[in-house]
Nanobody
Framework: QVQLVESGGGLVQTGGSLRLSCAAS????????MHWFRQAPGKEREFVAG????????SYADSVKGRFTISRDNTKNTVRLQMNSLKPEDTAVYYC????????????????WGQGTQVTVSS
């Protein structure tokens, strides 16, 4: 099992940047594919970004491609999401998520979730 704790959310103006961090417990962090999802009010939880076990391969939703960067540090059991050029439509609760088998864009396939961190982008 793995426990996930996000941090770094907050209020930012359009065009600004934020960096989210997710700290994972346990000694098996490097065996998990890590993801970021987000959920805006009244909407379904959606995939944002994913990264493989070693950090060599990443995947992004089209809506964030070129603006967001996912990275991980297996020595520190941490995954991060650097968010640049933020837009009001990026406003959501952002969740860190882990899956051991492979990465996924489906929230229903995720095994472990963090508690979420709020990101609000003002116009």
């Amino acid at each position: 099992q793995v426990q996930l704790v996000e941090s770094g959310g907050g209020l930012v103006q359009t065009g600004g940047s934020l960096r989210l961090s997710c700290a994972a417990s346990g000694r098996t962090f490097s065996t998990y594919y890590m993801h970021w999802f987000r959920q805006a009010p009244g909407k379904e939880r959606e995939f944002v970004a994913g990264i493989n076990r070693g950090g060599e391969y990443t995947s992004y939703a089209d809506s964030v491609k070129g603006r967001f960067t996912i990275s991980r540090d297996n020595t520190k059991n941490t995954v991060r999401l650097q968010m640049n050029s933020l837009k009001p439509e990026d406003t959501a609760v952002y969740y860190c998520a882990a899956r051991p088998a492979s990465w996924t864009t489906s929230s229903g396939m995720i095994n472990y979730w963090g508690q979420g961190t709020q990101v609000t982008v003002s116009s």
